[in-house]
């Protein structure tokens, strides 16, 4: 069950690669899978078993999967610690002056979506 | 006779399993940690990393070297990324009638926190590569790492700031949305979820099931959207 799960994401994630290669450049290999996949189950309705299996153990260990990755961050520290406070107060304002205006506009179109329906 | 500790020592360092060894392991001990605690800033990633550094500093082990020997996780990465789809359709299900609402945050939203973003970093003068590793700020790590990577950043740092962006979305959000009177749960949400991925939704999980449910969804539109338009956009404007 979960090989054959697996064996679609790993088929996906290829089919994406071989598009990155021929047509997408711009878009990363998974990512077009990614996209693939969705459309696939909005065509289909639904998720098979053997998918969600797959899907769900190996998301669960995606923070492991990280890992490795951010450790890489060690052969930048010259780079992070020339820009540091730039990095630190960008991303910081940016975060959440941007979470007060999608919690606010959110808000709005809801409440206005309600009463418009109350309307009719 | 003497035994030879010293090239034990370096053959058991250098042995191809050993990175992924220490990787395992210092995950487990911080998850431990985690799971204990549930402080926000206690990040998995952002310790396991940390711990790591500390790690292979100490046993002079190279980057090269490490990620040489942790290639297989790397490599299912990629399957992992799409795999994100699944939860991103059963989202997209549960959420039918509030689409319209939906969209236009996102789009909003979406646009909103990766320019200003990048008008701060401008402003303040960042590299160009840095620059382009923090505009996938607010976007879930696999999708902000090849992104990045994508538009001439550095997927490692995309990691990074991603979790920062996380942590202080996370802790901060909850209390700064009440300041300002949004108390609908999926404004909640939307707002946990499209700026802080992954650690706002699982902030907006403690609130409710609601606010859990519309992070999620926040969470994955923001990531295929990101990951979709911000290369095409960059590659135009180049």
Known sequence: MLLRGLTWLVLFQLLGTALNHLFLSVLPGPIIGLVLLLLYLMVRGQVSEPLSLAANSLLRYLPLLLVPPAVGVMVYAAEIAKDFWAIVGSLVVSVLVSQVLVGWLMQRLVTRQRRREGQA | ?238
């Open chain 2, 1 to 238: 006779m003497t035994l030879d500790w010293q090239g034990a020592a370096q053959s058991v360092i250098h042995h191809p399993l050993f990175g992924i060894g220490i990787t395992l392991g210092a995950y487990q001990v911080v998850l431990a940690g985690y799971e204990k605690t549930r402080w926000t800033f206690l990040q998995p990633v952002l310790l396991s990393m940390l711990l790591l550094i500390g790690v292979l500093t100490f046993c002079g082990i190279s980057y090269d070297e490490y990620r040489q020997s942790t290639q297989i996780l790397g490599t299912l990465l990629g399957p992992a990324t799409v795999a994100l789809a699944v939860p991103l359709f059963l989202n997209l299900r549960r959420i039918r009638q509030l689409f319209w609402p939906v969209l236009t945050t996102l789009v909003v939203g979406g646009v909103f926190a990766t320019g200003l973003c990048l008008a701060l970093g401008t402003w303040f003068g960042t590299d160009h590569m840095i620059l382009m590793t923090m505009a996938p700020k607010s976007v879930t790590s696999p999708i902000a790492m090849l992104v990045a990577q994508q538009i001439g950043g550095v997927a490692a740092l995309a990691a990074v700031f991603v979790l920062i962006t996380g942590v202080i979305g996370g802790i901060f959000g909850p209390a700064l949305l009440n300041r300002v009177g949004v108390r609908h749960a999926a404004a909640r949400g939307m707002a946990l979820g499209l700026t802080a991925h992954a650690v706002g939704t699982s902030v907006a999980l403690q609130e409710s099931e609601e606010t859990g449910a519309f992070a999620a969804l926040a969470m994955s539109l923001m990531g295929v959207g990101t990951a979709v338009f911000l290369p095409l956009a960059v590659s135009l404007s180049v």
